[in-house]
Structure formats: C-alpha cells, structure tokens
C-alpha cells in the first residue's frame, strides 16, 4: 500500500503542473500568519510536512527563517522545489519520506501541516502522526479539509476535520490549542475548498 502511495504521488508531481493541482497557493497567507503569531527567532527549527513543492518555503526564507525543513513523500516534488529555488535550495534541508516512516532527529521548534495529515485514514496512521508531533515538536500549525471540505483530493480519500476534533486530538496529548481559523481555498482552477487551521503549543 505505501509503495502504491509514493507511485501515485511520483506521477502526479511528474505529470502536472502546480497549475493543475488544487492545494497551489501563491501566498499561503493563513500558515504565515499563524506562524509570525509565535513570534519565534530567526534560527528556530522548522519543518513542513508535506510541502512538496509548495511555496511556504520560499517566504519562510524571504522571512529570514534559516533552519528550515520540508519533508514530502514525492522524490518529483523535492527536486521541483529546489529547481524552482535554485541556489537558495541549498539553505534548506529536504527529506523525501512517508510521513509515516519519518524518524526525525532530535526536536522541532514548530511542525507546520497543510494538507498532508487529512490524507491519513486509519486510526494507526493518525495515532502514529499524533505521536510524532507529540514526541518531536514544541508547536504545531495545521491546516486540514473541514467538514464542510471535499471528501476526495487527488482521487484519494481523505479525513475531515472540525475545530473540536481537532483540538480532542492534540489536546488529549499535552497540546494547548491556540487558535483556528477557517479558510476557502480558492484553487487555481477557480473551485473552492474549505479548510481549517489550528495552531498549537506544548502546555
């Protein structure tokens, strides 16, 4: 099955363009946000899961963010994002992993989720997710389709989330929940998604 995942998620990075997938953002305005509202130092660890070759990145460095991590289980996506970066790829530490079968090292001051953890579906894989951040992470912002989201991205199915379930998962583990927000999604092929997002730190 994990195999089958990384296939299916090769060929979409090797046969579309960030034009023909629905999760492109120009701007990723809301995970910004969230993330400038911890007010962290410059030199703080961060990793983006799932971020594939989506442009967080790029302005986390415009930021002056200089310890940054973007993890993506599509070999295709990582190599995009460094092209697309060129000499500033260099800046950035890449792992191309299942989410998963990512053993991190050492601790992070924030793991940042848009889009990858509502593709978890079984309650091992959601539980394993949970625990990493638990075990691994001092904060944590994630974005998730919400219950009035998509039931299917890229033809997969997918787990919808709420302000409450959301906060019954982390909260359950010693996470304070800061705060959310709901977000419509505009994709670029002009139809609408509903997310949502919650930041949270370790109590």
């Known amino acids: 099955m ?3 995942l990384k296939t299916h998620w090769e060929t979409v990075y090797e046969t579309k363009s960030p034009q023909e997938v629905s999760w492109t953002q120009e701007t990723p305005q809301i995970s910004l946000d969230f993330i ?4 962290f130092n410059k030199d703080v660890r961060i990793i983006d899961i799932g971020g594939g070759d989506g442009l967080l990145v790029d302005h986390l460095l415009d930021l002056g963010f200089t310890d940054v991590s973007v993890l993506d289980i599509s070999a295709h996506a990582i190599e995009r994002a460094k092209k697309r970066l060129g000499e500033r790829a260099s800046l ?7 989410i998963n079968d990512f053993k991190p090292e050492g601790t992070y001051d924030l793991f940042h989720d848009r889009a990858a953890f509502h593709f978890l579906t079984r309650s091992k ?19 998730t ?56 730190n370790k109590s």
């Open 2 to 4: 994990e195999k089958n």
């Open 36 to 39: 400038q509202s911890f007010g």
């Open 92 to 98: 950035v530490k890449w792992i191309v992993s299942d």
């Open 125 to 143: 894989e959601i539980n394993r997710y949970v625990d990493l951040v638990v075990n691994h992470a001092k904060n944590l912002v994630i974005g």
């Open 145 to 200: 389709f919400s219950t009035d989201g998509p039931l299917k991205c890229s033809g997969l199915e997918i787990t919808q989330y709420n302000e409450s379930s959301l906060n019954d998962l982390f909260q359950a583990e010693g996470f304070t929940r800061i705060d959310t927000k709901r977000e419509d999604h505009q994709t670029p092929f002009g139809t609408s998604q509903n997310f949502v997002f919650a930041s949270f």
